[in-house]
């Protein structure tokens, strides 16, 4: 992987981006004809490569994941103290542009008279051109979420900062401010919906993620109250948004939440899951699997840790071979102790718990978006509703298999909706998805269960010395809280030096304690 960015790392963006993955040759190529590849093939491949550059042990298992404290490291805690490995950064906006660039191919097929008729035959042109639109706000929100300022481009507007994805033209594209890429997904999500046509399938077939038109179009207006949720009070607009994208149509059941189901065997394979396969690095947090027992926060023991965890009995050869084993009490779960050095995870790491069999599985599907966030995000929308509060917790634990007899006993023991609550158990039914965590976090607060830089955290075992607790102290200087946003990438500090100045100037400094503008928690 190393080299594989080095490699990369000494051409400009602009250049790497004009092709897909290897990997993905064949399906990306239409075999009538040696210059336009299929639609389908460049939807699927840019769906999965997204994914699996994304949820890996990477840019998901080094960085976002414990950033949000669903998991502590079990070798390299330098990560979890915030100090990543600028490799990852370079990833997640390499591998960004790579599939923004296969959506946007979508659309010139699409749109170009040349070969706008040609596409009919994979579906409507609209729908084509809808759902990488949808895809594109998608990767451009988390791009900016991560980021801040960043190249950009857009469909249905041709402001000249929008430069990003023009390869021919725009070598060292400028930056786009967070405004106007807030403001421009909120337009191209509502103008992808309209657009949409018929009630059949997006694509004539092969589509992996939507079965129906109906399902892309709740998926863009759910993405777009996502959007106009975080951006309220900064973005104009933001709250008509709001309104207007739930009159138009979000999820209304766990049918219709988006994501990817990867494949039975090792090659086709979930990308956390494959981690696994060669090492075992990854634990379940400790403050985690305290919320979920109820000795962090006031919701009680939550049935999901089943689910979410496994028991300390199940080691990594089972991982390997998929024997491993649901727990049937939660003292069989042990998390892992967040942000401690190097040096005391030796004495920890052999009695945590790693992730639940029903996440550390080949055939897991990663969420894009899921129902059970569109009810918390209605909570919010609607005063902290009490009704959607209870409708998505039950829509996160029906997601996961929990016993009705169960969920029904959670949910009437559920606090009164407020921000804290709702928050809180949307972070719990956000899990395995640690970037929309992340930003929910930054921008509330919630949930206030984490192990915050500067407070105390308790040990399971005592180390050699009889230490049984530790401060968690980060490696970044400044750091108080959770990390606001990541560095620019140093191949685009090299390669694009004037604009990455500027647009570090116009966020005030490319720090990783810089807020974000919906940032005013």
């Not at 749109?111 to 706008?116: H, S, V, Y």
């Not at 929990?402 to 949307?426: E, N, R």
């Amino acid at each position: 992987m190393k080299k594989i960015f080095s490699i990369l790392s000494i051409v400009t963006l602009s250049l790497t981006i004009t092709s897909c993955a290897d990997t993905f040759e064949e399906i990306d190529t239409n075999p009538n004809s040696t210059e336009n590849p299929l639609p389908t093939g460049l939807f699927n491949n840019a769906n999965k490569e997204y994914m699996d550059y994304t949820r890996d042990g990477w840019v998901s298992g080094r960085m976002l994941l414990p950033w949000v404290q669903y998991s502590a490291q079990r070798i390299y805690t330098e990560e979890d103290r915030y100090q990543y490995r600028l490799s990852t950064d370079v990833q997640l906006w390499l591998r960004s542009y790579v599939v923004a660039t296969d959506y946007k191919k979508i659309i010139d097929l699409n749109t170009n008279p040349a070969t706008k008729a040609q596409m009919l035959v994979y579906g409507a042109n609209e729908n084509q051109i809808a759902a990488a639109r949808v895809m594109l706000s998608y990767v451009f929100l988390n791009l900016v979420d991560s980021f801040g300022d960043v190249p950009y481009w857009s469909y249905g507007n041709k402001d000249a900062d929008f430069q990003a994805l023009d390869i021919e033209n725009q070598v060292q594209p400028k930056f786009a401010s967070q405004m106007k890429i807030y403001t421009d997904i909120l337009k191209e999500l509502k103008e992808s919906s309209e657009m949409i046509k018929g009630t059949g399938s997006v694509f004539s077939e092969g589509d992996q993620i939507f079965e129906s038109t109906a399902k892309l179009k709740k998926f863009a207006n759910s993405l777009r109250l996502r959007v106009a949720t975080r951006v309220k009070g900064v973005v104009p607009g933001a709250e008509a948004h709001i309104a207007d994208a739930i009159a138009s149509g979000v999820m209304t059941s766990n049918d219709d939440t988006v994501g990817l189901t990867y494949g039975t065997t090792n090659q086709f394979g979930s990308p956390f899951f494959l981690t696994y396969v060669s090492r075992s690095d990854f634990s379940i947090s400790k403050t985690f699997v305290e919320l979920l027992k109820g000795q962090r926060g006031n919701f009680g023991e939550d049935p999901r840790i089943f689910k979410y965890a496994s028991p300390t009995s199940v080691k990594v050869g089972n991982i390997r071979n998929q024997t491993m084993t649901e727990a049937t009490d939660v003292n069989q779960i042990v998390g892992m102790p967040y942000g401690v050095t190097s040096q005391m995870s030796t004495t920890q790491a052999p009695t945590a718990s790693f992730f639940g069999k029903d996440v550390l599985k080949r055939d897991y599907t990663e969420v894009f978006m899921e129902y059970a966030e569109v009810e918390f995000l209605l909570a919010e929308a609607n005063g902290w509703s009490q009704s959607h509060y209870e409708k998505g917790v039950r829509a996160s634990m029906e997601r996961w298999g929990i016993d009705s007899g169960k969920i029904d006993t959670f949910v009437s023991s559920l606090p009164v909706a407020s921000q804290a609550s709702v928050i809180s158990q949307k972070y719990v039914a956000l899990f395995m998805q640690p970037q929309e965590a992340w930003a929910e976090y930054r921008r509330t607060g919630y949930p206030n269960t984490l192990l915050l830089p500067g407070q105390t955290g308790e040990l399971n075992v005592p180390t050699a010395t009889g230490q049984t607790t530790y401060v968690f102290t980060p490696l970044i200087a400044g750091l108080t809280d959770v990390p606001k946003r990541i560095f620019y990438p140093t191949t685009v500090q090299n390669l694009n030096r004037a604009n990455y100045e500027a647009a570090s100037q116009s966020i005030g400094g490319d720090k990783m304690d810089t807020p974000l503008i919906w940032d005013k928690n």
